[in-house]
Structures are given as structure tokens and as C-alpha cells.
């Protein structure tokens, strides 16, 4: 079985073992919307504006009287201003709207772009890698991250006790 590995749920594991349903990821989409509006403060008419339609039909898809079409998610999207890409993974790979949320996750999907490119630079790639491979990068990469958040946490608490002293 998965084990949580955040406050969030982010679950680390090799292999999804149950894939959401059509509904379920509509459900999770739906949910990940409407948590963002409260947290961004959006109101419904707002949103409804963003996207060009009434304060009621937007509601009806909130509510799941109405299917989220391909068209519809990247109208939320781009309203609420959400990273597609990070959700999509959440709740595709992680099966959890609240991922989203995670700072592992958004750290990994800021990765994405920056490597792509130089990867492509450098001639691209002709054959997937090894799951070894992917293993030992993955490794050193984590490992890079947590280093950096510790010498940024130290670097603040330095800074704090110097505010403290003065």
C-alpha cells in the first residue's frame, strides 16, 4: 500500500494501483475548483465573468450537473489561474485534488520545462531511459532539493537571530 509522505497525502510509489474513474476525476477537478476559489477569494460571479458565462451555469458545473469537458478545465484554468500541468498530475498521478497544493509537487512540474529544454539543446533524446537510470537521477535530484531547503531554513534562521540580537 502507499504511504503518505506529507501533511498532504503526496504519495510516493512506482506504480498507480487504482486509476480514478472518468467521474472520480471530474469529482477531483471539481473539488481542486472549488477549493481554489475560496482560496483565492474569487467569488462565483467573478469566475463566471473569467469564463465568459452566467454565475448559474457555472454553478451547475461545480455542482456536477454538468460535465467538465476538456474545454471547460482549461477555461478554469486559465480563470483561476491554476497550473494545468500541476493539476493534471495531482490528480491523475496522485489521485488527490489537495497535491496540488504540495510544494514537492510544484517544485518537481517547475523542473519539467527548464530540463525539457536543455535535454532538447543538447540533441534531445532517442530512447527512454532505464528504470535504473531514472532511479539514480531522481535520487541525486531529491537529494540536491532537500540540501538546498536546508541551507535556505538555516540561512532563515540565521537571519532571525539576528534580528533578535539587534
Known amino acids: 500500500m502507499d504511504e503518505p509522505n506529507s501533511e498532504l497525502g503526496l504519495v510516493a510509489s512506482d506504480a498507480v494501483t ?5 467521474a472520480e476525476v471530474e469529482d477531483q477537478f ?3 475548483f472549488q477549493h481554489h476559489l475560496e482560496r483565492r477569494q474569487i ?5 463566471a465573468g473569467r469564463m465568459r458565462m452566467s454565475p448559474r451555469n457555472l454553478q451547475r458545473i461545480l455542482a456536477g450537473d454538468q460535465r467538465l469537458t476538456t474545454q471547460l478545465l482549461i477555461e ?7 497550473d494545468k500541468s500541476r493539476a493534471v498530475i495531482a490528480i491523475e498521478r496522485f489521485r488527490d485534488w489537495r497535491t496540488y497544493y504540495d510544494p514537492t509537487l510544484e ?10 529544454e ?8 532517442s530512447e527512454p531511459l532505464h528504470p535504473k537510470a531514472i532511479e539514480q537521477l531522481a535520487s541525486w535530484v531529491a537529494e ?10 538555516r540561512r532563515r534562521e540565521e537571519i532571525a537571530v539576528l534580528r533578535q540580537v539587534s
Open 30 to 32: 471539481r473539488q481542486l
Open 107 to 116: 517544485s518537481a512540474v517547475d523542473l519539467l520545462r527548464p530540463v525539457i
Open 18 to 22: 487504482h486509476r480514478l474513474s472518468p
Open 76 to 82: 478554469f484554468g486559465n480563470a483561476l489561474e491554476l
Open 144 to 153: 540536491v532539493i532537500v540540501k538546498h531547503q536546508e541551507q535556505v531554513a
Open 43 to 47: 467569488t462565483l460571479a467573478q469566475a
Open 118 to 125: 536543455r535535454i532538447n539543446q543538447a540533441g534531445g533524446v
